[in-house]
């Protein structure tokens, strides 16, 4: 079974949705057989590269809300973090456009190093200290490394504006075709979407009802048609 998360780097509660959807993954009985995918979704698309802003005041700019109630949703977005065992840094981080951090996740999932990369990029985002948009391409190389990847080859990646831009931008339609408004929006082998950062338990009867409403394969013909096996082929038949 496939489970496809389009989410953000910049969305904390794709950050949270993430670790309740993997507290639930880890409890499901055939977790093993369940791959995930992440995918592209960007919440600021037109935000220039060099617009970088106090989260606080991206907030008040684009919502309208008092400095105060900015600061009170970024508090309570610290306590549901911390009920998950995550780290959140409530006060005096930044934002950015994450297009070209959405490229360098296409580089890693090609390489296999997808849900490493995302992990400490939202580590970098949300718990760390130092920004993930206002010390340029370099501290992305460092992440980058950290997640299995090589230096150069992301190097390449960031300073190609094409390089992996189209896959983002297909993420990007096909969660509208989908009708995903917002993540994060997780997507069970196309049969069932969730949105939000939802409980545990709710992934949880996800992954069990899609498991097991999985459709078996349907032969349209039985016939004794020759096919080769593990054991050989079929050998025609003197008529």
């Not at 070209?100 to 997808?114: C, P, S, V």
């Not at 009802?209 to 080769?228: N, T, V, Y």
Request: net charge negative; with cysteine; aromatic share 8%.
């Amino acid at each position: 079974m496939r489970v496809e998360i389009w989410s953000d780097i910049a969305c904390p509660w794709c950050y949270v949705g993430k670790a309740r959807f993997e507290k639930a993954l880890e409890a499901f009985p055939h977790r093993d057989d369940v791959e995930v995918v992440h995918r592209s979704f960007e919440l600021d698309p037109g935000r220039a590269k060099g617009d970088i802003q106090p989260v606080l005041t991206m907030l008040t700019r684009k919502y309208g809300m008092s400095e105060a109630q900015a600061q009170a949703g970024e508090d309570n977005l610290g306590a549901q973090a911390a009920a998950e065992g995550l780290d959140y840094r409530t006060r005096d981080r930044d934002h950015g456009n994450t297009f070209d951090i959405h490229r360098l996740l296409h580089l890693a999932k090609e390489q296999g190093r997808q849900d490493e990369l995302i992990q400490i990029l939202y580590r970098a985002n949300f718990a760390e200290e130092r920004s993930l948009f206002s010390e340029g391409d370099e501290r992305l190389v460092e992440l980058a490394v950290e997640a299995g990847l090589d230096a150069e080859d992301a190097r390449k990646v960031l300073a190609d504006p094409d390089a992996y831009a189209e896959e983002v931008r297909a993420d990007e339609r096909e969660a509208a075709q989908l009708g995903a408004t917002g993540v994060p929006f997780f997507v069970l082998d196309r049969q069932y979407g969730v949105s939000g950062a939802q409980p545990a338990e709710v992934f949880a009867q996800a992954l069990t009802q899609a498991w097991g409403e999985r459709s078996p394969l349907k032969l349209l013909d039985e016939g004794g048609a020759e096919a080769c096996g593990p054991d050989g082929c079929a050998v025609p038949q003197q008529g």
